[in-house]
């Protein structure tokens, strides 16, 4: 063993683990330590390259001595914070966990999709359906905004509009899809409008309570998909609805239009029908045009083709979906409904069982087969 050598050495591994990072004391530890270990390895098994061979030794003694002291004081941590004894406090963090992941470091698409991910509990799929885009290119968002966040301090919340947005896209995931979600986020909404006077959250609020007056309706006993025309509208919550008809009232009286309100108006006009022949498609489309005009959004541009054919007809309806791109979620499904109201039912079978193998979900893909197999039995007489 030449201990002549491993004296040479030591100052300058000593330089390079205290250029890496390590401070001085615990630098000076970690070398100690790789120089014991290459006393005793050495005589049998000579390195190479003796410089090297201390380097990566004594930072591989650094690392795991810093890991060590982390867990230690991590641990004497939880102890400190350990509650004492008795009855716990009744606090719930969950709303301020969403403004706290709406970091102002993050876009705002990316903010939401983050948000929910850790803490309304989407997958990425669900996320990437509800955005529109494919699942691959949501998680590489995902990533992204967790990168961004890893290093930054959580001490400046998000703001209303970008919560508000978390808060709608979770509702509606707990509406329509497989993971019931909506009375939380029902709930997080009442806490948001009692903590701030906003109009937003209060149309938000409102367009929640209108749609999840209908739920009770919108399957029927054997778990499938009964649409909006179809439910028996006796099922659906009065109270609900006369509570949401409320709240968006007060807050169109403020004269502080958004989309929320805007949504909510048009769910009010639906509640408000006795019977599904009764609606006021006319105002609906009105609505939607300013909702158009405040979003333009394509979904919602969808939506309108379908009001347009209720109040001017199929053929109207038609036309102002062509306009749309024929790739957009539920643009075959709309088609396939115009068409059929327009006595196309030829065509609009063909596209019910085009829209059933695009649906997003098992009950809407029933729906849309079934549709379609009515419409083939009826011409098959």
């Known amino acids: 063993m030449n201990e002549a050598l491993l004296r040479s050495l030591t100052p300058s591994v000593l330089g390079i683990l205290v250029r890496r990072g390590a401070d001085f004391a615990a630098a000076e530890d970690a070398v100690q330590d790789a120089l014991v270990e290459a006393i005793r390895v050495w005589p049998a098994d000579p390195p190479r390259d003796a410089k090297g061979w201390l380097v990566t030794v004594a930072w591989r003694k650094f690392l795991d001595q810093t890991r060590s002291d982390s867990a230690r004081r991590r641990r004497e941590d939880l102890v ?89 896209l979770v509702f509606n995931e707990g509406y329509s899809g497989d993971v019931d979600l909506a009375a939380e986020a029902i709930r997080l909404t009442r806490q948001l ?10 149309g938000l609020l409102a367009l929640m309570l209108l749609h999840h ?13 009964v649409p909006l025309a179809e ?87 038609l036309a102002a ?12 499904a709309v088609a396939a409904y115009l068409h059929e109201r327009d006595g196309d039912l030829e065509a609009a079978a063909r596209l019910y069982a085009e829209a059933a193998h695009k649906a997003p979900n098992l009950a809407e893909r029933h729906y849309l087969t079934r549709q379609a197999a009515r ?3 009826g011409r098959g007489r």
């Open 80 to 168: 400190d914070e350990e509650p004492p004894p008795g009855p716990t406090p009744d606090v719930d963090d969950t709303l301020q966990l969403y403004f706290l992941c709406t970091h102002p470091s993050l876009t705002p698409s990316s903010a939401v999709a983050l948000t929910l991910r850790a803490v309304g509990g989407l997958t990425t799929r669900q996320i990437a359906q509800a955005y529109l885009v494919p699942e691959a290119t949501m998680a590489q968002r995902i990533s992204r905004a967790k990168r961004t966040v890893s290093g930054v301090r959580f001490d400046q919340p998000g703001d209303v509009a970008t919560v508000l947005r978390v808060l709608y």
């Open 193 to 202: 409008a009692a903590a701030i006077d906003h109009p937003e959250v209060a």
């Open 213 to 225: 007056a209908r739920r009770a309706g919108r399957t029927a006993p054997d778990g499938s998909l």
């Open 231 to 317: 439910q028996d509208r006796r099922r659906w919550d009065t109270a609900s609805i006369a509570e949401g008809v409320g709240i968006l009232q007060a807050a169109l009286a403020r004269d502080r239009l958004g989309e929320f309100q805007v949504q909510a108006a048009i769910a009010a006009l639906h509640a408000d029908a006795p019977t599904a022949e009764e609606t006021d498609w006319v105002q609906i489309v009105e609505w939607y045009d300013e909702l158009t005009r405040l979003t333009d959004s394509p979904v919602v541009r969808l939506n309108r083709a379908v009001a347009v054919g209720e109040a001017d007809g199929p053929r109207a309806g």
């Open 321 to 332: 979906l062509a306009e749309l791109d024929d790739s957009l979620p539920r643009h075959t």
């Open 375 to 377: 419409l083939n039995a």
